[in-house]
């Protein structure tokens, strides 16, 4: 299993840490590159949408839920 990697965000002005497993980083990163955003700026969004949902785990279903929609050949 792979090791989380933990990072720094800054979200609404405050520093917080997100730890999820390096495959989920880049992921993440390819998401905002696919969406024209950064890093921060897709996380800031997922934050303001997960609710009372930990925002690791709201990360993790954005990415699902990015792979999701693509169409399927």
């Known amino acids: 299993m792979a090791r989380l990697k933990k990072r720094s965000i800054l979200l609404a002005g405050h520093a917080t840490s997100v730890a999820l497993e390096p495959a989920f980083w880049a992921a993440l990163e390819d998401v905002a590159k696919d969406r024209g955003l950064s890093l921060a700026a897709l996380v800031t969004e997922i934050d303001l949408?997960?609710?009372?949902?930990?925002?690791?785990?709201?990360?993790?279903?954005?990415?699902?839920?990015?792979?999701l929609a693509r169409p399927r050949p």
């Open 49 to 67: 949408a997960r609710g009372d949902q930990g925002l690791a785990s709201a990360c993790r279903l954005a990415v699902l839920s990015h792979l």
